[in-house]
């Protein structure tokens, strides 16, 4: 569906790495004074950083699924339009000229708007559109983003598209070209303040990006970038710049500050590293994290060399969060020293939209609301996820099943034809319903809420029993006789749902009150027990196969076939095609929880 009307716009020069850009005045505060002493004059200036992070695709407070205002049990808020009014009321507050916004990454993907404007729309054709995402984000005014491991989910054309209308840099000092490992995109920004009767203060944003990037989005970047470890290239980096006179130093980190990692030891590097980072390289003042989607107001850590405290701070997920970081600074013995530094955090929920970001982009609203509402055909029944994580719900069996059929059509006439395919599906959200009666694309979309694409890999039957057992790894041990309270029952370990997956065309029991390890019973291929030799073509999306989850096996495996359309694209197709979506075709009761044998429901 064509745009009403485009948006072009004229991009602005850009400082690049080490380069200021116009600064303005600041009044300098009140002379401090000793009790019963002269004053001494000491000059002081005051600097706020405010920054977002994982905004994925979230301009307004709209949820595209449900086609109705976003809501939540807490009353969160998001998009945004809200986040333009937190600002100018912190510009008001602090002083339009003594702030900095930045964003910490995942900006690009995530809803049906970003998915719309990278494919259906796409911003990289001839005279295509400027991304929404550019053009709230340069009218809000943001100076520097770093990149995010959802920026590549659309490939490189697209986010140097993307780059190229934005009016600010997209920072990443461990985006390095692979050939010539030298930074593919800017590894930092650098911003002059004045202020009067005093030297100026000059304030460096470093960006970091994550290494999984080479894990998840490998299609796209083997070859042509890697993403070293955020330690190794902060340490680089910050002594430069503070060699290069900056007074302030801070770090815009896509990157949680857990300390661990999703993809084991597939990485030499930490994918959540932010604290290592505060903890490691001497000179951080203040990091914005991101890419956890936790909100941490503020988290001090202790820099091992120099004992100094390092302030961070991750404001949640979707625009719901403003971070705001008040640094305090002193001119002393002829230099400026960051005194103090404090982060809080704001809320979108406590404020309106800002009308000159709904008047900006509702025409591009407008065409995605009306594309996501097409319908595609028809549901029998009402299929939804609520009870998904737990028992074998035929709306997952439908992505399987789905994925099972491309795949097959996909190996017609190879030497893979004859091998049985499997497919692997995750309960990603909790709400998703396809309602009775008509089914529109929202509906498919609110069921695979990711950009995920679909890959065939060649597994020997223990291989998948192997993968089995991870995935059951889930659920909480519950011994026999204990009180099964679903809402306890899974995500052990701080397991995510999208890292449990059922595997279709199999049989299996989990035996829930056994250690993990040893959960998968009863686990047969076409009514037979599973024989470890027997070779499986394993339908599964690109994240998985690149390894994201840690799964075993699978990374590892012969790829067979893989493409670049996604599986929420396939499901439309298939459901289009079909035109009536009867669960009598797809759904079967493939696997449940056990405990000593006994069925838990």
Partial sequence: MPLNRRKFLKKSAVTGAGAALASAVVAPVAQAAEAGKP???????????????????HVFNWDYFK?????DAKGNAQGLARISTLVEQVRREKGRHNTLLLDAGDTIQGTPLTYYYAKVDPITAKGGPVHPMAQAMNAIGYDAVALGNHEFNYGIETLRKFE?????????????????????????????????????????????TNPGIAIWDKAYVQG???????????AKWVPKLRSMGADVVVVSAHSGSSGTSSYGDQLPYVENSAALVAQQVPGIDAILVGHAHTEIPELKVTNTATGKTVVLSEPLAYAERLSVFDIELAFEEGKWAVESVSATVRDSRTVADDPKITKLLKDEHDVVVAYVNQVVGTATDTLT??????KDAPIIDLITRVQEDVVRAALVGTQYASLPVIAQGSPFSRTSEIPAGKVTIRDLSSLYVYDNTLVAKLLTGAQVRAYLEYSAQYFVQTPVGAVVDVEKLTNAGNRPDYNY?????LTYDIDIAQAAGSRIKNLAY??????????????????????GGAFPHVASAPELWSESTEIRT????????????DPKEFASVSWRLTRDGTPVF
Avoid at 42 to 51: A, E, I
Avoid at 67 to 71: G, K, Q
Avoid at 174 to 188: G, I, M, Q, S, V
Avoid at 532 to 545: G, I, L, P
Wanted: charge should be positive; aromatic fraction near 12%.
């Fill in 526 to 547: 076409d009514g037979v027990a599973l024989d470890d030799a027997q070779k499986f073509v394993f339908a599964v999306n690109n994240y998985r196969a690149n390894g």
């Fill in 224 to 234: 042509k970038l890697t993403f070293p470890g955020l330690e190794e290239q902060a």
């Fill in 39 to 57: 004053a001494k004059a000491c000059k002081r200036y005051s600097l706020t950083v405010m920054g977002t992070t994982d905004l994925h695709g």
């Fill in 164 to 208: 190229s209308q934005c009016r600010f840099p997209l920072l990443g000092a461990n985006a390095l070209d692979a050939k010539t490992l030298k930074p593919a995109f800017p590894p930092y920004f650098m911003k002059t303040f004045h202020v009067k009767g005093a030297p100026r203060v000059k304030v460096a944003v470093l960006g970091l």
């Fill in 570 to 581: 396939r499901i439309s197709e298939w459901v289009t095609a079909k035109g009536v979506l």
């Fill in 67 to 71: 086609n109705a205002e976003y809501s």
């Fill in 385 to 390: 996820t609520v009870e998904a994580r737990y």
């Fill in 501 to 505: 997956d059922y595997v279709s065309g």
